[in-house]
């Protein structure tokens, strides 16, 4: 179900015009307004789902499956030598627009595009432990 006040779904129902490269019952895939780098794109789900947290399964299978499709065609297109595929959960985590979305970002020798984090070392004792509790949950 849309969410009448929100960006993407209006987008993706075709509310807001988009520079789109694929569209099925389930998705449109856009070009971002905002790119990081050229060919940046968007995928978004028709229905509302706020984060990861909230999609089912069988969407997020769905969408994976399209951005291997995708990002095969932009490669071909525009001869990246790369590919960042990023999804935030969340306003610490980076999200802006409170649907559910994934990012497809061409990746340019150059480019300076910078997606990267501090690497901290890991306990090797608290990683399993850690890696126990996750698991009892799934």
């Not at 789900?45 to 984060?51: L, N, R, S, T, V």
């Not at 299978?61 to 071909?76: C, H, Y």
């Amino acid at each position: 179900m849309a969410d009448k006040d929100c960006l993407f779904c209006k987008i993706s129902n075709g509310e807001i015009p988009s520079a789109t490269i694929y569209e099925d019952n389930d998705f449109r895939v856009i070009l971002d307004i905002a790119p990081a780098s050229k060919g940046h794109a968007l995928i978004i789900p028709k229905e509302h789902f706020q984060d990861i947290f909230d999609i089912d399964a069988l969407t997020a299978g769905k969408l994976f499956s399209l951005a291997t499709e995708v990002a095969r065609a932009m490669k071909a297109v525009l001869h990246c030598d790369g590919m960042n595929i990023v999804q935030n959960n969340g306003l610490i985590a980076g999200q802006t627009v409170f649907h559910f979305h994934l990012h497809l970002i061409p990746r340019y020798e150059g480019d300076g595009v910078n997606l990267g984090w501090p690497q901290h070392e890991a306990d090797a004792e608290a990683n399993q432990e850690l890696a126990r509790e996750i698991r009892k949950r799934i």
